[in-house]
């Protein structure tokens, strides 16, 4: 808007200097005769009317850029606010059209049963209701272990990858004779980089809730339904999945079960598991994974239960010894870090085991369609029961790219 301004603001000039040139020739020309004069006027006339355009079109731009000033003015001072998906899915066009019962069917917006009835969710429509629905199994987690994997969206239902199967090794002088000029014309060194390719499906994953169609009219408790159940429980697969997914029907192959990553494994027979033991097992994965020059590890997956003995592990003199302030602290939502790695907690990972690895090279998510609801009453005999199926799913498939950038590990001891 700065340059269009400009750009007016030199047109004027430049008329404005054509328009007092022309009204000089005007003027010399008094004497002269009457079509020349007549000529200049109409050039004259013609002039003014162009500045007056070009003055109008810079206030124009003026208001444009000041009201642009004023909303970014404002923009500093309000938080920007980010819709929820059950907002959208309220505000949708499709959802006032199901109802306004102008339609049956709700497309794509992204969610078990829901009735009026005592043995399901209660009195589900009353005459006056807490819009706040209260979720029955904790909170959101505040990092997921989809979170740590880069996603690229794909548009077919299956995904082609190179799988590196070989580390990397370093560069090496030309020749091993020494002086000046003794490494000329001789062959440098080969190295064999071996990849494999593999084909990874893009798996459905997906669940739905069957409820009355009264819940429709019910704006706010559908929408804290979708937010803190469909929505929540993809979450939930995904982690399940991407760790522990055995690669069967169209389950994805997680990471946990890929025959390639590192493993170091249990501790050795007869040693006594702690906290600091725990922390060290932790370390040595990260030096496995640095050993085939992974260095960035980013992300250690835990069980809550193994997170909660390592931070509540004290060293002789009482002190915590992963986080020496902890229980005073007044910090919050901040990401747990060990070994200076942000720790994903999840009750996908199974109590006594491990994960973590540079989750930026290692692996990605092939995103062929993002979470998304769907409603419909034609399923089953819904449509003469006043029912409608509230359907949550989303398509991904997960690609190991380089097993050798994770590795997994134990808190558990050997046995002899």
Same mark, same amino acid.
């Given at each position: 808007m700065d340059k269009e301004l400009k750009e007016l603001l030199e047109k004027l000039e430049k008329a404005q200097s054509e328009r007092k040139e022309a009204q000089e020739l005007l003027e010399k020309s008094v004497n002269a005769n009457s079509s020349d004069v007549k000529e200049l006027k109409t050039a004259l006339e013609a002039k003014d009317a162009e500045i007056a355009k070009l003055n109008e079109a810079i206030k124009s731009a003026d208001e444009i850029l000041k009201g642009l000033q004023a909303d970014i003015k404002r923009g500093f001072n309000q938080k920007n606010e980010t819709k929820s998906a059950g907002e959208c899915f309220i505000a949708s066009e499709q959802f006032k059209s199901a109802q306004s019962k102008k339609s049956n069917f709700v497309d794509?917006?992204?969610?078990?049963?829901?009735?009026?009835?005592?043995?399901?969710?209660?009195?589900?429509?009353?005459?006056?209701?807490?819009?706040?629905?209260?979720?029955?199994?904790?909170?959101?987690?505040?990092?997921?272990?989809?979170?740590?994997?880069?996603?690229?969206?794909?548009?077919?239902?299956?995904?082609?990858?190179?799988?590196?199967?070989? !580390?990397?090794?370093?560069?090496?002088?030309?020749?091993?004779?020494?002086?000046?000029?003794?490494?000329?014309?001789?062959?440098?060194? &080969?190295?064999?980089?071996?990849?494999?390719?593999?084909?990874?499906?893009?798996?459905?994953?997906?669940?739905?809730?069957?409820?009355?169609?009264?819940?429709?009219?019910?704006?706010?408790?559908?929408?804290?339904?979708?937010?803190?159940?469909?929505?929540?429980?993809?979450?939930?697969?995904?982690?399940?999945?991407?760790?522990?997914?055995?690669?069967?029907?169209?389950?994805?192959?997680?990471?946990?079960?890929?025959?390639?990553?590192?493993?170091?494994?249990?501790?050795?027979?007869?040693?006594?598991?702690?906290?600091?033991?725990?922390?060290?097992?932790?370390?040595?994965?990260?030096?496995?994974?640095?050993?085939?020059?992974?260095?960035?590890?980013?992300?250690?997956?835990?069980?809550?239960?193994?997170?909660?003995?390592? &931070?509540?592990?004290?060293?002789?003199? !009482?002190?915590?010894?992963?986080?020496?302030?902890?229980?005073?602290?007044?910090?919050?939502?901040?990401?747990?870090?060990?070994?200076?790695?942000?720790?994903?907690?999840?009750?996908?990972?199974?109590q006594s085991n491990f994960l973590l690895g540079d989750w930026t090279i290692g692996a990605k998510l092939y995103d062929r369609e993002d979470a998304s609801i769907r409603i419909s009453e034609s399923h089953s005999d819904f449509f003469v029961k006043n029912g409608i199926a509230i359907l949550g799913e989303e398509r991904y498939a997960l690609g190991i790219n380089r097993p050798k950038a994770f590795a997994k590990g134990s808190f558990t001891v050997a046995t002899a």
């Open positions: 794509t917006v992204s969610l078990k049963a829901i009735t009026g009835v005592s043995t399901s969710a209660g009195a589900l429509v009353n005459p006056y209701r807490d819009p706040e629905v209260y979720r029955y199994v904790g909170g959101y987690r505040p990092l997921r272990v989809r979170d740590l994997i880069p996603s690229i969206p794909v548009t077919t239902s299956s995904v082609e990858i190179m799988r590196m199967t070989t !580390g990397i090794t370093p560069a090496s002088p030309q020749g091993t004779a020494s002086g000046v000029g003794a490494g000329e014309f001789v062959a440098k060194s &080969e190295k064999n980089l071996i990849f494999s390719l593999v084909t990874v499906p893009v798996a459905t994953i997906a669940h739905w809730i069957p409820a009355s169609r009264q819940v429709l009219a019910d704006a706010p408790q559908l929408q804290g339904i979708i937010n803190t159940e469909l929505i929540y429980g993809l979450d939930l697969a995904s982690d399940n999945q991407l760790l522990l997914g055995d690669g069967t029907g169209q389950n994805i192959t997680g990471i946990l079960n890929d025959s390639g990553i590192n493993d170091v494994g249990q501790f050795p027979v007869g040693t006594i598991v702690d906290g600091a033991k725990m922390l060290e097992q932790i370390r040595k994965a990260i030096t496995k994974c640095q050993q085939f020059e992974y260095y960035n590890i980013t992300g250690v997956v835990l069980n809550p239960a193994d997170l909660e003995t390592l &931070e509540l592990s004290r060293a002789a003199d !009482g002190h915590y010894i992963l986080v020496p302030f902890a229980a005073t602290s007044d910090g919050v939502n901040i990401t747990p870090r060990i070994w200076r790695i942000p720790v994903v907690v999840t009750n996908a990972m199974p």
